[in-house]
Nanobody
């Protein structure tokens, strides 16, 4: 099983990034997916989630209207489009696959760094 994030980097405030998460080794379309982030000295927090077939999404209040989660089940990919980025969005971003019945993260990616700074 693998979840591999990519797309992080350094961006100026107000800029955009698109994170990608490539999944393999499990039945991707059977799992809801989530993006989390962890800033230095802080706990990991939920950013966005999407249902297994993509029909339902939810977001943390701090990113509503700025971030969009999506998925492509044909290619086992999940994305996080991040617009209007703020310095407080700086963190390591992780994707996670939600256990279908336990509703906890079963698989984690290794994370990708996002830094928002001028």
């Amino acid at each position: 099983v693998q979840l591999v994030e990519s797309g992080g980097g350094l961006v100026q405030p107000g800029g955009s990034l698109r994170l990608s998460c490539a999944a393999s080794g499990f039945i991707f379309s059977g799992y809801a997916m989530r993006w989390y982030r962890q800033a230095p000295g802080k706990e990991r927090e939920l950013v966005a989630g999407i249902s297994s077939l993509g029909g339902s999404t939810d977001y943390a209040d701090s990113v509503k209207g700025r971030f969009t989660i999506s998925r492509d089940n044909a290619n086992n990919m999940v994305y996080l489009q991040m617009n209007s980025l703020k310095p407080e969005d700086t963190a390591v971003y992780y994707c996670g696959a939600v256990h279908p019945s336990l509703r906890i993260i079963r698989y984690w990616g290794q994370g990708t760094q996002v830094t928002v700074s001028s």
